[in-house]
């Protein structure tokens, strides 16, 4: 059973504002990438990345809400429970067993994809603890918010009118090049899809933040507890 979005109006201008926010910030991360920089190192050992995060996520929050200025945010932003939370949590199972399947059965060509960001430490390193927690809450509560409620809530929100299935695809590439990656770019947009399917499936952002924060918290913990 396929439950229907609450809010299914259209908003063409609000659209096409959200549309322009989300191409924009992609082709920044991109030309960021090209422009010659190098690559940031053990970004999760230094208290700078999460205080950027903040700044980075506060500023996209502030420009998501003023697209949606005057629009019900609870509906718009998809803020609701799930129409069952233990379906919920099985599409959020299988959508990660999904993921995980990708990122595995696509490794072999796309090697060094997990450390292409550079926010992956090789190692663990105790005398950064501190600066690794404030990463670690970043990456796992910080982001995951921020992102679903661009992407899977108002995004998705936006979109749905155009179609299910255009909404779920427009919302899982746009995000996975608004990270400005190369080699990582097809598991990012198969993360995409899969989220936005289970919020097409539950008609709520909740549960992508779940998913998305356990992805990442994993990939994350795995990193330092995993020899390599």
């Known amino acids: 059973m396929i439950a229907e ?3 299914t109006r259209a908003y063409p201008a609000r659209l096409a504002g959200w549309l322009v926010f989300a191409c924009a910030f992609a082709a920044l991360g991109y030309s ?3 422009s010659g920089g190098e690559e940031p190192k053990d970004a999760a050992y230094k208290y700078s990345s999460s205080i950027g995060a ?3 996520y506060g500023l996209i929050l502030g ?3 003023l697209i949606a200025i005057g629009l019900p945010k609870r ?3 998809a803020l609701r429970r799930p129409h069952s939370w233990p379906r919920a949590l099985g599409y959020t199972g299988l959508a990660l067993l999904a993921i995980w399947g990708a990122a595995a059965a696509l490794s072999p ?3 060094g994809g997990t450390h292409e960001q550079g926010l992956v430490p090789n190692k663990w390193e105790p ?3 501190g600066a690794f927690l404030a990463f670690f809450l970043a990456v796992t509560v910080l982001a995951p918010v921020v992102e679903e409620l661009t992407y899977r809530g108002l995004g998705f929100t936006l979109l749905f009118p155009c179609g299910r299935w255009t909404a779920i695809l427009t919302t899982g590439v746009l995000f996975g090049l608004a990270h400005g990656l190369l080699i990582a770019l097809p598991v990012l947009v198969i993360f995409g899809i899969a989220v936005a399917w289970v919020r097409d499936r539950t008609d709520s952002v909740y549960p992508g933040m779940l998913l998305h924060g356990t992805f990442n918290g994993v990939a994350l913990l ?3 507890l995993v020899a390599h």
């Open 222 to 224: 795995a990193s330092v």
């Open 109 to 111: 060509v796309l090697r």
């Open 75 to 77: 509906e718009m932003f």
């Open 54 to 56: 903040l700044v980075q």
């Open 127 to 129: 005398q950064h603890a």
């Open 32 to 34: 960021v990438r090209f």
């Open 5 to 7: 979005p609450t809010q």
């Open 63 to 65: 420009i998501l809400l």
